[in-house]
Every structure is written in C-alpha cells, then in structure tokens.
C-alpha cells in the first residue's frame, strides 16, 4: 500500500490547556503540488493559561508595571474594575512583579513539548519530592505559585475566561493552521531557521516578540493579516 502525505493536526494537554501540534507525516510518494515540507512540525500555543491570568489580573486591577517590552492591553477586558481591592502594599509588589513573571512565564510557554520530562514523571512516585520537582518543571511558573489564589478567586475573573472562551470556540475550527499555510513560504522560511513554536495572545493590535530560539509570540488580530503574521516571521532570519 502506498503512503500518502497529509497534515495533521495533534491536539496534546499541557497545564489543563490544549496545544495544537501542525505537521505533516512523512511520505514514501509525495504529493507532487504539497509544498509542506515532509519533516516541519510547528506548534501554535494558543491559550496558555498562565499567560492569559497574568494579562487579566494586570487589566482588572489596573496595574501599571514598567518596562517598554510589555504587550498591550485584551482584546476582551474585564468587566470588573477591581483596582482598589489590594491594599497599596499589595499593589506595589504586585507591580513590581509582574514584568518578570511575565518573562519567565513566556519562556516556559515558549519551550517545545518534553516527552521524556514527562515519560520521567510517569515513573515516579505520588506525593514524592521528586515527582514534586518535575510537575513544578512541566507546569512552569505562574502568579499562583508567587501570590497564592486570592487574586483570581473572583467571580469577574470567572466570568471573563467564560466570555474569552466562549469567542475562542466561535472560531472557525482550524484558524490558526489556515494562517500557517496561507503563509507557508514565510512560514518555512522561519522553521528553517529554528522556530518551531507559535504562542498566541488576545492582545489588541500587533506585538510580536521572539522567545528563546524556537518561538514566536504574536497576537491573534496579527496572525490574522497575512501581511501581520509574515512581518513577524521575519523575526526569525
């Protein structure tokens, strides 16, 4: 029987949210007009929740943190203004860590899947340090871990991720891969030059930034432009 080529898209959990792997399985007889190259896998980050808490707490409480590097505000804002909750001791260690949670945050949701981290933790033991160390590893840093719950246990904050949810599943299914070969020459362009991790935000306008050496971080209105997402590619030359 002779094998055919086709993409496929993998759908795999991390941290309770689901990641789309886009790739193309190798073939014995390739498709004369498929430009896809046989071995180019991309991976769109689409909804990390680490992320997407840290932008609504920002927004709904109204901090401002320094840094020229930071992305803009949702595209879905909370309903909430809850900005005279925290104390002012509160909101100025808040501020003051946000830019770096943020930044490490990033970076976990930058790294490309660990099969073997977690093949790891598959062997260790419940309730072991060990296997403490390595869900610590796979989870990444979040503002929980640093702050504790209280900050999202709000009925704004539950009431907003429904509504940014509920848009998200509106979606054409598949959105981000028509993106992907809409683009393809850009798109290979940049996995040949080592990106092979897409993040996405739901941040208003264009900002784009280079993770590490595999991803990109780009916001959803950006992908969608064809002339958006190829300018952001370019990070990667």
């Known amino acids: 029987m002779t094998a055919s080529t086709r993409r496929l898209c993998s759908v795999y959990l991390r941290d309770d949210r689901a990641v789309v792997e886009w790739r193309k399985m190798r073939s014995t007889n390739p498709i004369p007009d498929d430009l896809w190259p046989h071995d180019m896998s991309i991976t769109i980050e689409e909804r990390s929740h680490a992320l997407l808490k840290l932008l609504w707490i920002r927004e709904a409480y109204d901090l401002r943190p320094d840094g020229d590097d930071l992305p803009p505000s949702l595209d879905v804002s909370p309903r909430d203004d809850l900005a005279g909750v925290p104390s002012a001791a509160e909101r100025a260690e808040w501020t003051a860590a946000w830019p770096s949670l943020w930044a490490s945050t990033l970076a976990h949701a930058?790294?490309?899947?660990?099969?073997?981290?977690?093949?790891?933790?598959?062997?260790?033991?419940?309730?072991?340090?060990?296997?403490?160390?390595?869900?610590?590893?796979?989870?990444?840093?979040?503002?929980?871990?640093?702050?504790?719950?209280?900050?999202?246990?709000?009925?704004?904050?539950?009431?907003?991720?429904?509504?940014?949810?509920?848009?998200?599943?509106?979606?054409?299914?598949?959105?981000?891969?028509?993106?992907?070969?809409?683009?393809?020459?850009?798109?290979?362009?940049?996995?040949?030059?080592?990106?092979?991790?897409?993040?996405?935000?739901?941040?208003?306008?264009?900002?784009?930034?280079?993770?590490?050496?595999?991803?990109?971080?780009?916001?959803?209105?950006?992908?969608?432009?064809?002339?958006?997402?190829r300018r952001a590619l370019s990070a990667f030359r």
């Open 110 to 229: 930058g790294k490309d899947f660990d099969r073997a981290l977690h093949e790891r933790l598959s062997q260790t033991s419940n309730g072991s340090p060990e296997r403490l160390h390595l869900l610590q590893e796979i989870v990444g840093p979040s503002w929980r871990d640093r702050f504790g719950p209280g900050a999202l246990d709000h009925n704004s904050y539950r009431e907003w991720n429904d509504t940014v949810q509920a848009k998200f599943a509106a979606r054409p299914a598949g959105v981000e891969g028509e993106a992907l070969r809409r683009d393809l020459d850009a798109v290979i362009g940049a996995w040949r030059t080592g990106m092979t991790r897409i993040v996405t935000i739901p941040c208003l306008g264009e900002y784009t930034r280079r993770v590490g050496d595999n991803a990109l971080l780009i916001t959803e209105q950006m992908m969608a432009s064809s002339d958006a997402f």
